[in-house]
């Protein structure tokens, strides 16, 4: 049964790198459940939940079909869209589907019977035509949204599911994976990758931006009456994390609001409420992550070299949380079968199973304070506490880049830890050096006479992460150590060298709402601009 996932289980589990603000302090761990509940016979994907229904698309036999799980009564799946041609990609809301046909986007209540919406010339106002493709429905109490039109054209169609207004189509360029919750829809321009959350309130139509960027994904839920988004997103790195967008502050600050930084890829969120569900590719297959994004602590269901496809999560009944998601169990990606992950989370926090949760960060020690480290005493061999090390160097003329990620247990009642950074470099004649992303060295500080510097940080939260790049000819190295230095007072920006005297290294908060790239008064700007080969962090 997986547990919340510390340090070591993180670096099993494909090397998580959090960045996140502190979590709170929980007295137990909790424990969830993992199961494979629909195995048939032929390809079972798209699974899609709410509450105890989950609707998926099954290939069981010549063609598609729509079928309906009962997590509660957890008797075999039964059809609820079949018949000749393909039924499929079903999207649930209580016990309103949607999903696609050769006729285009269906919209149905199973227990009446009741057709909401039936594809034809009469449901064309959007421009829409019969004859386009369309794709990926969403449903919600308010509104079913998808996709019309093919690559490089499509449109996002918004149709009510209770009345009161016509079918629409939302304007833009090549608009695609729609996600609803109550009356808003968000999706992605697939043009530039930029996030766009439209509001389809009759008398208060409005469609604005969420963040530019290179988005491969988002999806849209609410914390009480304001919208949230889960976005997977490119930012200066090669690949792609997951971030929380609160576009309206009704959350808190409108903009970025949290970020789980993991090497490799990452792409398909899914939201709901304060969870965030992905597929996590770091492992070279897709496995399914669960992230609780307001408290930080991450969990994996099932490590497997199996390929695990997401579709859904959902909180159900302020009890539980369920994920669900189609895994093919050998990883050739060919007949995949429906699991489900169940974890416990009555009334906003874990149920205590009886066993204690060791924090990343340990203990605040005891005892006497001690006295200010030195890069000297290091080099000396003298006793001092090594958080983390990164070696950088270069070959065939191209940059080398490299991060290394710690723990960092602040001394006694402290928020935070002061930490010393020692640098030792041999014909570097360029680099930058970056504590959180906070730029403590710039290439003014590197050239082939310095051979030492020692520089000053502050690590809040209990983790912290080095990271670094030089430019210079092959054969130039670097060693860098990172040094608990909880004897010393006072903050970071404390920078001295020898062999040459140190630049003047001034950090500043990341401003702007792009995505979070920041502003321009950003050093790591520079950073993006002169050896893009180091992936930033927020």
């Not at 589990?13 to 509940?37: E, F, S």
């Not at 509001?199 to 931006?209: C, I």
């Amino acid at each position: 049964m997986p547990r919340a996932v510390d340090i070591a289980a993180i670096a099993a589990a494909g090397a998580l790198a959090l960045a996140l603000a502190a979590p709170r302090v929980a007295c137990a761990a909790p424990a969830g459940t993992y199961a494979l509940i629909v195995q048939e016979p032929g390809d079972q994907t798209d699974p899609s939940i709410d509450a105890q229904y989950v609707v998926f698309a099954s290939h069981a036999t010549g063609d598609w079909d729509v079928m309906l799980y009962d997590v509660d009564l957890a008797v075999s799946a039964r059809p609820i869209a079949a018949g000749p041609g393909d039924q499929d990609q079903p999207d649930v809301w209580r016990t309103t589907v949607a999903y696609r046909t050769g006729a285009g986007i269906f919209v149905r209540n199973w227990e009446s019977g009741e057709p909401l919406r039936t594809p034809g010339p009469q449901h064309d106002p959007s421009g829409c035509v019969s004859t386009a493709p369309v794709a990926e429905p969403s449903i919600s109490s308010a509104v079913a949204a998808w996709e019309c039109g093919a690559a490089g054209s499509r449109m996002i169609v918004v149709a009510p599911t209770s009345g009161g207004i016509p079918e629409y189509a939302v304007p833009g360029r090549d608009l695609h994976g729609a996600s609803t919750y109550g009356p808003f829809v968000s999706f992605v321009d697939e043009l530039d990758g930029s996030v766009w959350l439209h509001d389809s309130t009759p008398g208060s139509r409005t469609t604005s931006l969420v963040c530019d960027g290179r988005a491969s994904g988002a999806s849209l839920s609410a914390v009480g009456l304001a919208p949230i988004l889960a976005v997977a997103r490119r930012t200066l790195g090669p690949d792609a994390d997951v971030e929380i967008w609160d576009p309206t502050g009704g959350v808190g600050t409108a903009g970025l609001a949290r970020v789980l930084v993991v090497p490799g890829e990452q792409r398909n969120p899914h939201l709901a409420g304060e969870w965030v569900a992905f597929e996590d590719l770091s492992t070279g297959h897709a496995q399914v992550v669960l992230w609780q994004w307001r408290d930080g602590i991450v969990f994996v269901p099932h490590p497997t070299l199996s390929n695990q496809t997401l579709n859904d999560l959902a909180v159900v009944a302020n009890a539980e949380v369920r994920v669900v998601y189609a895994d093919d169990g050998d990883g050739t990606g060919a007949n995949r079968d429906i699991a489900l992950y169940r974890l416990p989370y009555v009334n906003g926090a874990f149920p205590d199973d009886g066993n204690p949760i060791v924090l990343p960060w340990g203990t605040p020690p005891p005892g006497t304070r001690p006295l200010p480290a030195s890069c000297a005493d290091l080099y000396a061999g003298m006793d001092v506490t090594v958080l983390a090390t990164l070696a950088l160097g270069r070959d065939h003329g191209a940059p080398y880049a490299g991060r290394a990620s710690f723990v960092a247990t602040p001394w006694g009642a402290d928020p935070d830890l002061p930490v010393l950074v020692c640098v030792e470099s041999e014909r570097a004649s360029a680099g930058w050096l970056t504590l959180d992303d906070r730029a403590i060295a710039t290439p003014a500080d590197f050239n082939p006479s310095v051979q030492r510097l020692e520089l000053h940080g502050v690590v809040t939260s209990g983790a912290g992460t080095i990271a670094g790049v030089i430019a210079s000819k092959p054969g130039a190295a670097m060693r860098v150590r990172v040094v608990a230095d909880p004897g010393r007072a006072g903050g970071a920006g404390t920078t001295t060298t020898s062999g040459a005297a140190p630049s003047s290294v001034v950090s500043r908060a990341a401003s702007g709402t792009g995505c979070g790239t920041g502003g321009g008064a950003d050093p790591l700007a520079a950073l993006a601009l002169l050896l893009v080969t180091l992936r930033r962090r927020r």
